[in-house]
């Protein structure tokens, strides 16, 4: 084995200076003062350079200034970093950046997603294998290869958003576990680094984590899924003047179980259905009344369903739920097949889905007492994780920071080798 070997990953949301107001004023913008950008940028390459890291994500990147992307790309670039940037689609002015460290890493593909959807949001994924051996083995089954992920999630203006960010999550994972299907990576760690717009309590959190991901901050401090430790940190100033903890490193490691993708996601709508209907301050029994309508009967018909998804936003526009999604969310919650959804059905399967029942933790454990050590592959402890500016981590946020409206997350992770049982993917 390598002496202490390490791979390093900083994510950053750079605050495009189109955005960027000054003196809190929607029509004055850093963009039209080229010595207050670049200043700005200059210190935050200065800081990104200082820190190193082998992995580097950035959002925000003004991809529409060619000034500031060639600064970025020439000064990365003469450190040793190979660069991949992509601009939002429908020419928004900003995009993505993922620099990985030649030292390190090799990349094998490169690939973009184009969502095209409300908000032209777009991901990166890049598959990467380690230049320098974690361990010297004979055993040709270790994998010492990465699939990294770098995405900037939609700002939920409202809550009918809830399903496009929801849709722009799947689509990532749905991508990535193709791309690992295809090519026989089952068994690689995957690492998902952004800006998820989204807070520990929100449904884009509780989709991941359904599907065996780790918050490597969270991990790292020993921050549990509660709302208790919800707020222990922040790394993001919004335009309204909240602060909340948005930017994540997100882990999965090849010996993790992983409920369908599917399941996860109609989980996770069912999660955004209970959600607006409890903001509705609709009670158990009334929500089930809504679902059935003007149905006399005590249960629910599809056509009542449908209709109650439209009056909740989650339909009838573009960016709703499909015909064939919302046949999905049907037949998940006709558990018996009889064409109608009881009482009892309703409780299991919408109000109080079955997931809960069964925490990650829980079906992690399980996992463990069935894989078997037939195969090895390389998987990662979080050794650490930091954000900067330091009061960010005790949930303040520094009026005297200037480098962004967000915080830089760095992860150090360690290479561990861990047993496999079947493909997971």
């Keep these: 084995m390598t002496n202490d070997p390490c791979v390093t990953c900083t994510t950053f949301n750079i605050l495009a200076p189109i955005y960027k107001r000054l003196n809190n004023k929607e029509s004055c913008r850093e963009s039209e003062y080229r010595a207050y950008w670049l200043s700005r940028n200059k210190s935050i390459l200065d800081r990104l350079l200082c820190e190193g890291s082998s992995i580097i994500c950035l959002q925000e990147v003004w991809v529409g200034n060619e ?3 060639d600064m970025y790309e020439r000064r990365l670039g003469d450190a040793g970093y190979i660069n991949f940037k992509l601009a939002r689609t429908n020419n928004r002015g900003d995009g993505l950046l993922t620099a990985v460290h030649k030292d390190y890493f090799r990349v094998l593909k490169y690939m973009e997603l184009l969502f095209n959807d409300f908000g032209d949001r777009v991901a990166q994924l890049l598959h990467v294998e380690s230049v320098i051996p974690f361990w010297q083995s004979r055993n040709n089954n270790i994998q010492q290869q990465i699939l990294i992920v770098n995405t900037h999630l939609l700002f939920p203006h ?7 960010r929801l849709h722009q999550v799947y689509k990532i994972l749905q991508y990535v576990e193709s791309y690992q299907k295809e090519n026989d990576l089952c068994h690689v760690p995957i690492i998902l680094c952004g800006d998820w717009n989204g807070s520990k309590r929100g449904h884009v959190y509780k989709f991941l984590r359904s599907q065996g991901f780790v918050s ?30 948005v930017d994540f490193i997100w882990l999965l490691n090849p010996n993790k179980y992983r409920k369908p993708l599917k399941t996860s996601w109609n989980e996770a709508v069912f999660g955004i259905i209970k959600y607006m209907l409890r903001q509705a301050s609709l009670s158990e029994n009334d929500a089930f009344a809504f679902l059935k309508g003007d149905n006399l009967g005590d249960y629910v018909t599809y056509s009542g369903f449908c209709q109650a998804l439209c009056q909740l936003g989650l ?22 097949g009889d064409g109608v959804v009881d009482f009892g059905e309703f409780q299991q399967r919408i109000w109080d889905p079955t997931q809960s029942a069964l925490s990650v933790e829980t079906i992690d454990e399980r996992r463990d007492l069935t894989k078997s050590s037939d195969g090895q592959a390389i998987g990662f402890n979080i050794k650490n994780a930091v954000l900067f500016p330091p009061e960010v981590e005790k949930g303040l946020w520094p009026e005297n920071y200037s480098l962004s409206d967000h915080a830089p997350l760095t992860v150090a992770f360690s290479p561990v080798r861990m047993p496999c049982s079947q493909p997971i993917c």
């Design 216 to 245: 490597s901050y969270d991990t790292a401090h020993q921050y549990t899924d509660s709302d208790a430790d919800a707020h222990k940190w922040v790394s993001h100033r919004n335009h309204r003047g909240n602060i909340c903890g």
């Design 315 to 336: 339909t009838g526009h573009p960016d709703g739920l499909s015909t064939e999604e919302i046949a999905d969310l049907w037949n998940q919650a006709d558990k018996d």
């Design 158 to 164: 409202n809550s009918s958003l809830c399903v496009v």
């Design 67 to 69: 000034e500031l992307v």
